[in-house]
């Protein structure tokens, strides 16, 4: 029989989760938020995979704190769309760390059911302001009306295929922050293929070997297809 979170996890939790909050201090308003996530987390775990099991014992450094970078990286953003969120990284952690911030709202982005009903469960336990979107990226980001300050993925896709479902977006004035791992120079290479872009990489402060690319302005070059990031 599959192990719960409660086996698996507890005797690294508490360590893990005062290293991540060390690297990425937040509130004692949001530690409390992310505290009801992490055990809502935990029940649906063991009937949805919403994390690869091997990074449960690191639920904290891993996946928390590397979500808590970016609201430094834009600290005048409201309005945050997150891209493919699956189980709430960095969506729900984003929600959760802005809930004392007025207007600020994180739309969600889910094609998964059953990932987007968690992704619902775990906004409404923590009272994080958040809007959970079921369906696909392409058609969702049209249908987000209004100023949009920053869009974000984690995990998705190829840079340069990212940059495609952010570019609407970006158009109407959305920074992007993408977390990424140590392919990121490859990626950046790739993407300038289709891109003309300005990026920003910000080393991971969790350590390890991701990078945070910062892109402010995107331009599709002469001759890309508009299919660029289209699919996944
Ligand atoms: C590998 S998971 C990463 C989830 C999360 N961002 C993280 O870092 O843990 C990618 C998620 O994106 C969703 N996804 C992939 N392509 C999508 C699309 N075109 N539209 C909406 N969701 C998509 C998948 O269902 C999945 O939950």
């Given at each position: 029989m599959a192990k719960t979170f409660e086996q698996t996890a507890p005797a690294f939790l508490p360590a893990d989760k005062a290293t991540a909050l060390a690297l990425t201090p937040v509130s004692r308003e949001t530690e409390q938020r992310l505290d009801r996530y992490v055990g809502l987390l935990g029940e649906w775990q063991a009937k949805t995979n919403l994390v690869a099991p091997?990074?449960?014992?690191?639920?904290?450094?891993?996946?928390?704190?590397?979500?808590?970078?970016?609201?430094?990286?834009?600290?005048?953003?409201?309005?945050?769309?997150?891209?493919?969120?699956?189980?709430?990284?960095?969506?729900?952690?984003?929600?959760?760390?802005?809930?004392?911030?007025?207007?600020?709202?994180?739309?969600?982005?889910?094609?998964?059911?059953?990932?987007?009903?968690?992704?619902?469960?775990?906004?409404?336990?923590?009272?994080?302001?958040?809007?959970?979107?079921?369906?696909?990226?392409?058609?969702?980001?049209?249908?987000?009306?209004?100023?949009?300050?920053?869009?974000?993925?984690?995990?998705?896709?190829?840079?340069?295929?990212?940059?495609?479902?952010?570019?609407?977006l970006m158009r109407r004035g959305a920074k992007a922050l993408f977390l990424k791992g140590?392919?990121?120079?490859?990626?950046?290479?790739?993407?300038?293929?289709?891109?003309k872009i300005e990026s920003h990489l910000h080393s991971s402060r969790t350590g390890g070997q991701g990078w945070i690319v910062e892109l402010d302005q995107v331009e599709r070059r002469n001759g890309a297809g508009k299919a660029?990031?289209?699919?996944?």
């Open positions: 091997s990074t449960l014992p690191h639920l904290w450094t891993r996946h928390i704190s590397d979500s808590l970078q970016l609201p430094a990286l834009a600290l005048s953003a409201r309005i945050w769309v997150d891209l493919g969120s699956g189980g709430g990284f960095p969506g729900v952690v984003l929600a959760c760390a802005l809930a004392e911030t007025p207007g600020a709202v994180v739309h969600l982005i889910e094609r998964n059911a059953k990932k987007a009903a968690f992704l619902r469960e775990a906004l409404r336990v923590t009272g994080a302001p958040g809007i959970v979107h079921l369906g696909d990226i392409g058609d969702i980001v049209d249908r987000i009306t209004g100023p949009v300050d920053c869009v974000t993925a984690r995990a998705l896709a190829p840079l340069h295929q990212l940059i495609g479902f952010a570019e609407p140590q392919d990121v120079e490859a990626e950046l290479t790739e993407a300038t293929k289709y891109w660029v990031g289209t699919q996944v």
